[in-house]
C-alpha cells in the first residue's frame, strides 16, 4: 500500500470519528457491509472514487481535503496546467487526476481517468448526481446496469450513476477520458 492511499485511509478514519458516526452507520450510507468499509479506513486499497465523494459530502468538506490533505483557497479561477492535476491512484491500472483541485466549493469534480488494459469486469459503483465521460485517448468500454457501451475518441456519455455502473480500457491499450461527476 502506497503511503498516499495510507494517508486518504488515516482522513477518511479522521473525519468519520470526529464527526461521531459509527462504522455500522457509514458503511449503511454507502450501502457496504461495515468489514467492507473498515477496510477503507485501514488499508484503503479498492476505495471507489464514488465511496471518497460521499464521504466528502457527508462530512461538508471538499474532496481535493480527503486525496490530498490541502484545503483548496481558490474561488474564482483554478488554472491546473497540463499534467499538473492532484494525482490519485485508486486502483491497480486506474489513475484519476483532479483538474479542479485547488478550487473551493466545487459543484462538480472534474478527473482525468487513465485505464490500462484489463479483461476483468470493473467493480460497479453507485453514487448520486449526474455524470459525464468523454473519451481523449484509445477506447473504454462503459458498463452501465446490463448494458455494454464501447466508447472511442471523441464519444461521450452523459448517465444517472445512480445505476450501477463501471468503466475499462477496450482493447489492449491503454485509455484516457475526461470525466465530471456532479452530485
Not at 21 to 32: G, I, K, N, P, S
Not at 51 to 70: A, C, R
Not at 100 to 117: C, G, N, Q, R
Not at 129 to 134: D, L, P, R, T
Request: charged share 25%.
Amino acid at each position: 500500500m502506497t503511503d498516499e492511499i495510507k494517508q486518504i485511509a488515516s482522513r477518511i478514519k479522521e473525519l468519520r470519528e470526529i464527526s461521531g458516526c459509527t462504522v455500522e452507520t457509514l458503511a449503511a450510507e454507502l450501502d457496504v457491509d461495515p468489514q467492507t468499509y473498515i477496510s477503507y479506513e485501514t488499508d484503503g486499497v479498492n476505495i471507489p472514487i464514488s465511496v471518497l465523494y460521499h464521504i466528502s459530502q457527508k462530512f461538508k468538506v471538499d474532496l481535493t481535503e480527503i486525496l490530498t490533505g490541502q484545503t483548496p483557497r481558490l474561488d474564482d479561477l483554478c488554472v491546473v496546467k497540463s499534467g499538473r492535476g492532484a494525482r490519485i491512484d485508486r486502483y491497480p491500472g486506474y489513475t484519476f487526476q483532479s483538474l479542479a483541485y485547488k478550487f473551493s466549493h466545487k459543484i462538480m469534480e472534474p478527473l482525468l481517468v487513465t485505464v490500462d488494459p484489463d479483461h476483468d469486469t470493473p467493480t460497479l459503483v453507485t453514487h448520486a448526481g449526474q455524470e459525464f465521460n468523454f473519451v481523449l485517448e484509445g477506447s473504454i468500454e462503459l458498463l452501465f446496469d446490463e448494458k455494454r457501451v464501447v466508447l472511442g475518441v471523441g464519444d461521450s456519455v452523459y448517465f444517472n450513476p445512480a445505476h450501477p455502473h463501471g468503466q475499462r480500457a477496450f482493447g489492449d491499450k491503454p485509455a484516457r477520458f475526461l470525466t465530471v461527476i456532479a452530485e
